[in-house]
């Protein structure tokens, strides 16, 4: 009887010291809800298809600008000047055609301090 009477203000005791309040602090912010899918193992082939292409598109604009800002260094040094568009760069030769930006982006470029950019 002693054992059992122990036995269970030891369980009501545990159960009282780790339940905690339900209210939310009032100094904590409720946390925001992050997409629903994330974490989802059924969404999660969607997911991976989604970041590749993100991580596609974000390498297809670094190369891009580094190759673009490369010939324009290399227009600079030759010609001693930057070129006054970006077309210029084709049609001295840095390239066989214009570079295309990523699909709904566009290059941005500055004929007087020869920095490109795309938006």
Do not use: H
């Not at 905690?20 to 997911?47: C, H, I, M, R, V």
């Amino acid at each position: 009887m002693k054992t059992i009477w122990i036995t269970s203000l030891t369980l009501a005791i545990g159960l009282c010291a780790c339940g905690g309040s339900s209210e939310t602090p009032k100094d904590q912010a409720p946390e925001k809800e992050e997409s629903s899918s994330a974490g989802n193992p059924l969404t999660a082939p969607l997911d991976y298809v989604g970041a590749v292409g993100k991580a596609k598109k974000s390498s297809e604009k670094s190369l891009n600008l580094a190759n673009i800002q490369n010939a324009i260094k290399q227009f600079q040094a030759v010609e001693g000047r930057y070129p006054k568009a970006l077309n210029e760069l084709v049609t001295e030769g840095y390239f066989p055609r214009p570079p295309r930006p990523p699909r709904g982006m566009r290059y941005v470029y500055s004929p007087k301090t020869g920095q490109v950019g795309v938006r």
